[in-house]
Structures are given as structure tokens and as C-alpha cells.
């Protein structure tokens, strides 16, 4: 790759997988543009990155703020000239079940998770689509593929961003933007530590961000992990309801 497709945008890099991420990135000799709500964070995540062969470059976001998002990226471009990865990460997570069920959290979470994505791809899309080339990655998680207890906020969320992915993916490839979708399982980091159930097959934050890294450099759309855990919850929606719900119904059990 030449120093321009070396410059990647990364949302929600001030924590968890997308802070990794950028470091990953960066040392790899990337040029990341790091976004986060928290203008401290970003900049501690900058000097940490300091001798890495790439840069950490800090551009302080709220990503619910489509205005600024498409300032934001205008800044980019005007600064790099063209960006040729983009991973729209920014989220948060807030546990809802039928005891404390509300409107309040919906809004908050599908205000962040979605139209958050929605706002980075509004504002990246047409300019991908000009210069005919660029990644965009999309981050979901494995809670949109069927509904999992205490997740009625957050798993919507969730499978509204694979159905985004997925409806957008034909168009995409015939503009020449590579469109990807990242579906993570447990990630150990400061959102599913809010957790207060035992998380099967949980993974490190640096090793999600590998994995993260070794699926954008290769060819598939989806990138799902852990494998083995991804791949039984898939064969998990395939089942008829009333299995579907005696096997989530021992999660609410427990």
C-alpha cells in the first residue's frame, strides 16, 4: 500500500477494541485518525503510540453529532488527502431485560450504535465513492445475530448494523468501497465488564484487535470471533423458536 491507503479512520478508539485497534495499526505503520468522545483519552492513545512506525493523530467526536462527524472527516481529507481504511467502532452497551426495561436506554444505545455508523457512513461513503476505492468496516457484534437476554437494548442495536452491512454490500462493490462487517463475541473491556453473567469464550482486547486486523487484510465480508463460539450461536438462530428460547431461557435462569 502507498502512504495514502496507510491512513485509516477509527470511531470509539478511546477504549476497548478500538484503542487497540489503533495501536495495532499504528504499528504496523499506519496513519490512524483516532475518535473518541474523550479528548484525553485520545491524546494519551497518541503519545503512546509515539515510537510506532505510524502516527495517532486525535479527533475528538461524539459520532451522535452528524454536523461534526462530516466536519471531522472534511478535516481528514483536507490532512491526509484521502483515507483508505475507515472502522466505524463507536458504541456502548447498557444490560436491559423486563425488570428495568424503558424506552431510555433504546434511544441512547440505537442513537450511538446505529445512527452513530450511520452518521461516519453518510459522511464517508460519497467521498469513498468518488475516488472509487477504500475500506469501510462496520462494528457489530454477535448479540445481532437473535435476541439474548438483557440485551433488548443493545442487540436491536446490533442487528440493525449487519442489516445495514448487508443491504449496502452489492452497491458498495460495484463503487469499488470495500465494505466489511466485524462481529465480535465477549471482548474483555470496560463495556462487557458491566456484565453480571459469566461470558463463554471471552477474549482479550489486543487478540480481538488481531483478529480484527487479519480479517480487514483478507477477503471476506464478515469477520467473526472467537470461531468456535461465533459459529455455534449462528447454528443457534437456525433452530426452531422453542429449542431457540429452552436454550437462551437458561441464561435468564442463571
Known sequence: ?????RTAWITGAGSGIGRALALRLAADGWCVAASARTAAALHELAAEAAA?????VPFPLDVRDEAAVRAAVAEMAERFGA???VVLNAGTHIPMGLADFASGPARTLMEVNYMGVVNGLAAVLPRLRQQG???VAVVSSVAGYGGLPTAAAYGPTKA????LCESLRPDCARAGIDLRLICPGFVDTPLTRRNDFPMPALVGVEDAA????RGLDGRRFETAFPWGFTRFLKLLRLLPY???FALTGRLVRS
Open 1 to 5: 500500500m502507498n502512504t495514502i491507503t
Open 52 to 56: 510506532l512506525p505510524g502516527d495517532i
Open 83 to 85: 483515507i483508505g481504511r
Open 133 to 135: 476505492w477504500g475500506q
Open 160 to 163: 440493525a448494523l449487519i442489516n
Open 210 to 213: 488481531a483478529a480484527i486486523a
Open 242 to 244: 422453542r429449542f431457540y
